[in-house]
């Protein structure tokens, strides 16, 4: 179970991963439609219960890993503040110090 975590956790930290597999996923359900049209799926409460669903998820999948991007430039944000605090207190340090630094 510990190998199927690590194998989740890296493929949600790739962004090209991600993008390729949303990529391949929209590519399959435009595909789709023109299938379920055909084959009468779209009639059939199962298929539709099942799209449903699949709208649910990846709605709620994408609005997370939008989250998971605000937070991680919300911290490069406070990263980038506090070493340009860091550089302005160096450089208003007295010239003893600095010849110290």
Not at 51 to 79: C, F, M, P, T, Y
Not at 83 to 89: G, I, K, M, P, Y
């Amino acid at each position: 179970m510990s190998v199927v975590k690590s194998l989740w956790a890296s493929v949600q930290g790739d962004p090209v991963f991600m993008r390729r597999v949303n990529g391949w996923l929209t590519v399959f359900w435009i595909v789709m439609i023109p299938i379920s049209y055909l084959t009468g799926w779209l009639n059939s409460v199962v298929f539709v219960s099942a799209l449903s669903l699949w709208a649910l998820v990846s709605g709620h999948w994408s609005a997370w890993q939008a989250a998971r991007v605000e937070v991680k430039q919300d911290d490069d944000r406070i990263e980038q503040d506090e070493l340009a605090r860091d550089v302005a207190e160096r450089i208003n340090l007295p010239a003893a110090d600095r010849a110290a630094a």
